[in-house]
């Protein structure tokens, strides 16, 4: 019945005994349309590796010029955010990002002061299920 309900997107704890640590019996959230919003994990971790990057990408703000070197050292500083993200691993989870690709920056076509970056990031997904195949010879 707690699984019914948590598959439901009721982000539910258990607790065995009361002096054990509770755990959680999915981490649902409330939208489950897609793994991406569904997964409490996934949600999470977007919101985290979103605001990594605005960190870094604050520092241009207000003080840089849009042209060619800005770029570069704006392509460089992505880059070596994501080669941290990727070496940011933890047991059980790994690292928060699995790949991250720059397809796209460049200044904005409707407003002068404005550069446009676009950065495909490969997310870790949860395991949930495994398929077991025994095979007998």
């Excluded at 019945?1 to 258990?14: M, T």
């Excluded at 054990?20 to 349309?33: E, G, I, K």
């Excluded at 080669?83 to 690709?101: E, F, H, N, V």
């Excluded at 950065?119 to 010879?137: A, M, Q, R, Y």
Aim: negative net charge.
């Amino acid at each position: 019945q707690l699984s019914a309900i948590s598959n439901n997107g009721w982000f539910l704890f258990q607790q065995e005994t009361p002096s054990s640590l509770p755990y959680c019996v999915h981490q649902l959230t409330t939208d489950v349309s897609t793994l991406q919003f569904g997964e409490f994990s996934m949600v999470k971790n977007f919101d985290y590796v979103s605001m990594f990057y605005s960190a870094i990408l604050e520092d241009f703000i207000g003080t840089w010029n849009i042209n060619p070197d800005t770029i570069n050292f704006i392509r460089q500083a992505v880059k070596a955010g994501g080669d941290t993200l990727k070496s940011q691993k933890r047991i059980k989870i790994g690292a928060p990002i699995i790949g991250a690709t720059i397809t796209s920056i460049g200044p904005a076509s409707f407003a002068a002061d404005r550069l446009e970056l676009y950065v495909e990031i490969d997310f870790p997904k949860p395991l949930n299920t495994i398929g077991l195949h025994l095979v007998s010879l």
